[in-house]
């Protein structure tokens, strides 16, 4: 059976040829046209139909975008915030980048629509530093809206006002978690704060009730607010509604963007059918599939339970090709959607090589704050890269192993999980890499492999 | 500070987007720097009185930030995505050919001060790895042999100033 086609609703008009990002092409295609009919209905019908459409946040949790809106304090007679999370910062993750470059229109209309919905007066883009032609695109695109009355004050002439204002962050990668991001933007390090108290819909930026969505998250309100929430339920697959856009690098023959119904398409038709399968004379070893924090795919592995389909119970038994790529069955087998972020690993790659990559990103993003996860995170890293670069021991998996264990669970923020994921999962698969790469080093390494670390 | 007249009235327009003044910790530090190159302590002395913080507020942030420089560099700026998409592909080769071009080791501004060649983390293009920044230009598919085209072509550049 062949792979099912791509269903592009975020990415319509990514690399359309024609296509411009300023506000007369947005406008020819209809754009922000759906915007003024939300504006005819009342802000609670919006935030319901978002609730029917069962969308699910993009940025890596994958939280129920209408409930974290339900959750906002509207009492509290404070002003509430939009945070727009443009970090994507989580390595493999390169979607939000297209929409700012090439669409940042059908962005702002989906911001102006949950900041109607959710009365809010104030937004703020959260870019990562390292777009700077992103800030530069977005601030353009931000001041012909506003000349043209969709955003800034009186939108479409009515008495709501909103801003919308572009902060850039500067090379940290825990700027992406909500709150080091919210106190980033509040001029600080950004170290992210504990929860409870601090949960965003409460006590988000300046204390106040804060919404923060991923950029891909927001584009889906457009969507949904033009469809109804009912119509977008039935895209994709229960409980994984409308369509998700992933990022697939490393090793596969045709790397990129791909847009799916979320739940329609297997890993192994994506990687095999869509992407070309593996590099010539190579065999896939290994996958990541949401982002690097993502526990570890290894081919050949086999999963096996039970899965609720419709009403009744059925039995699985996936390999790793098999797994359709939702956020729920990316659960059920111990890992996770996260971000959307696909990255393959063919036979020519050592594990414990790929794992000190990995590990060195982690001990340069920690923030710091938390013992286990700073400590822990750089003892993983100089652990694995001496095994890489001085002497390996047999024993160091384990070593390696009971470092993540201690980190997990015991800190502020949900990077201590993410950095000792890839550890448990890549010891736990590939254990026997870990034990025989002592000898493994001495043999010559095959031509073409590359160094990671 | 010695600031253009320009970059004192973005500097005077992007504290009127917050409803602290703290707020535009950041995006003052990104413009001194996009002027004068690097983050000085005169620099961060100003900006402290700037927002009306004590100087250990701002130096806190400049000390953190990655992309937030206290000395000089290069004339330009090339960075290189370690992570491992890029990795996979080839990046430390790409690194290590930008090193040998100039003469420098990365984090290092190079002998003839042209350019400071620097490792950094994934840059959110993956799929299109290895990928380098050259001062604010994104480049893509950066094999060694690009690498060596792209270091010819600063180095022109460098000449034809001479
Ligand atoms: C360490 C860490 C890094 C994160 N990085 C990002 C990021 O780069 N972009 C993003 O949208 N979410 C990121 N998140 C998730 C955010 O904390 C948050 O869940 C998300 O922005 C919520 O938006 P959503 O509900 O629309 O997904 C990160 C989380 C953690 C723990
Ligand atoms: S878990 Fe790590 S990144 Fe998160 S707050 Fe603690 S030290 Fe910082
Ligand atoms: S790993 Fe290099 S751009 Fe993401």
Redesign the pocket.
Known sequence: MPAPAQRRIIFQHIDEPGYTNDLACYVKHGGYEIMKKAFQRPPAELVDEVKKSGLR?????G?P?GV?WGLLDKKSGKPIYLVV?A????PGTFKDRYIMHQDPHQLIEGIMITCFANNVKQAYIYIRGEFPHGARILEKAIAEARAANFCGPNVLGSSYGCEIYVHRGAGA??C???TGLIESLEGKRPYPRIKPPYFPAVLGLYQCPTI???VE?LCHVKHIAAMGGAEFAKIGTPNNTGTRILCVSGHVQKPGYYEFEVGKITMGELLNDVCGGPLPGRKFKAVIPGGSSAKVLKFGERFKGKRKVGAEMVDYDWAVEDVPMDFDCLGMIGTMGG?GGVIVMDDSVNMVEALANINAFYAHESCGQCTPCREGSLWMKKISSRMVHGAARPEDGQLLKSVADQIAGRTI???GE?CAWPTQSYVAKFGDEFKGYADAKKTAKPGGVTDLI | MNLKPATLSQIDEVITHYPTKRSATLPLLHLIQEEVGFISNEAIEWVAAKLGLQPINVYEVVTFYPMFRQKPIGRRHIKVCRTLSCALLGGYKTCATFEQEFHTHAGEVSPDGEVTVEFVECLASCGTAPVVMIDDELHEKVDAAKAKQLSDQIKAEAQARK
Do not use: W
């Open positions: 946040g993009r940025g890596g949790a939280f975008c974290k999370n970090d994507e910062s989580e990668y825990i992406g978690e909500e923060v969505n991923n998250t971000s923020c949900a990077f993410a």
